[in-house]
T-cell receptor
Framework: ETGVTQSPTHLIKTRGQQVTLRCSSQ?????VSWYQQALGQGPQFIFQ???????GRGNFPPRFSGLQFPNYSSELNVNALELDDSALYLC????????????????FGPGTRLTVL | AQKVTQAQTEISVVEKEDVTLDCVYE???????LFWYKQPPSGELVFLIR??????QNEISGRYSWNFQKSTSSFNFTITASQVVDSAVYFC?????????????FGTGTRLTIIP
């Protein structure tokens, strides 16, 4: 069984540019969540997708947007990059939602390290 | 609003010592889940345990044990006979169990260093 994969591993962009990060969920998982982890901090929830629709969003501006495809893989897009966007971006997948019994924990990918210069 | 506090930023212990990582949480919900994750230098978050708010039984898994006390809103993690491989950043996290609100709220993490 293939775990959660993310691409690219590392990325360097300049301020004002746009970036797309990709995530392939674990086989059988229909839910994908994205988190931003700044250096020395815990991960912060960006948003979640369930069966191709956004299902909850954290405190991030609209320039952070996402997409989930029919195969449940997902993209995170960030426009007009700012220096503070430099972080490790983590994707997590799960086979269902917390409201569905039994609750399934989120399985995390290795992350994409984004550096904005 | 949910909040998770890990007051210990960094801990160093000598190999084979026992160590406890503290976690205090805040939530208005009566139904919620608590988690511990391990983050080695590679960056990937490794799931360790999940507890729901109705199950206050302590759990032991090998050298790992967890103490959940609802009265003090704490969910502490103890590693017995620590090993160098336990060196990592450990995160405590909280999730509401309501449909449509799935986010994990993480603490700021505790960096654990096991000295050989």
């Amino acid at each position: 069984e293939t775990g959660v994969t993310q691409s690219p591993t590392h990325l360097i962009k300049t301020r004002g540019q746009q970036v797309t990060l990709r995530c392939s969920s674990q086989s059988g998982h229909n839910t994908v969540s994205w988190y931003q982890q700044a250096l020395g901090q815990g991960p912060q929830f960006i948003f979640q997708y369930y069966r191709e629709e956004e299902n909850g969003r954290g405190n991030f501006p609209p320039r952070f947007s996402g997409l989930q495809f029919p195969n449940y893989s997902s993209e995170l897009n960030v426009n007009a990059l700012e220096l503070d966007d430099s972080a490790l971006y983590l994707c997590a997948s799960s086979p269902g939602l917390a409201g569905q019994a039994p609750y399934n924990e989120q399985f995390f990918g290795p992350g994409t390290r984004l550096t904005v210069l | 609003a949910q909040k998770v506090t890990q007051a210990q930023t960094e801990i160093s212990v000598v190999e084979k010592e026992d160590v406890t990582l503290d976690c205090v949480y805040e939530t208005r919900d009566t139904t919620y889940y608590l988690f511990w994750y391990k983050q080695p230098p590679s960056g990937e978050l490794v799931f360790l345990i999940r507890r729901n708010s109705f199950d206050e039984q302590n759990e032991i898994s090998g050298r790992y044990s967890w103490n959940f006390q609802k009265s003090t809103s704490s969910f502490n993690f103890t590693i017995t006979a620590s090993q160098v491989v336990d060196s990592a950043v450990y995160f405590c996290a909280l999730s509401e169990a309501n449909f449509g609100n799935e986010k994990l709220t993480f603490g700021t993490g505790t960096r654990l260093t096991i000295i050989p």
